[in-house]
Nanobody
């Protein structure tokens, strides 16, 4: 299993980023996929979920700002992040549900004021 997250970077508050996660080694199209994040000194938290049928869930702090989507043909899940805030600063990871033990290296998102 490989989960390769990309698209992070440094952005000013109020800006946008689009994260991608390319998956391989499992049947992506029937798997629910999740985005998580881990800020320095904090536990990893679930940010967004997209189910195989396309339904989505979000943690309250990102509702209305983040959008999770998927492209089954490319085995890729995306996270569109708008109206970014400093508290969104974290390393972002994707994983399936249930999660694989191997997480991948994630992608750093840094939001400056």
């Amino acid at each position: 299993v490989q989960l390769q997250a990309s698209g992070g970077g440094l952005v000013q508050a109020g800006g946008s980023l689009r994260l991608s996660c390319a998956a391989s080694g499992f049947i992506f199209s029937i798997s629910a996929m999740k985005w998580y994040r881990q800020a320095p000194g904090k536990q990893r938290e679930l940010v967004a979920t997209i189910f195989s049928g396309g339904g989505t869930n979000y943690v309250g702090s990102v509702k209305g700002r983040f959008t999770i989507s998927r492209d089954n043909a490319k085995s890729t899940v995306y996270l569109q992040m708008n109206s970014l805030k400093r508290e969104d600063t974290a390393v972002y990871y994707c994983n399936a549900d249930p999660p694989f033990a191997r997480w991948g290296q994630g992608t750093q998102v840094t939001v400056s004021s």
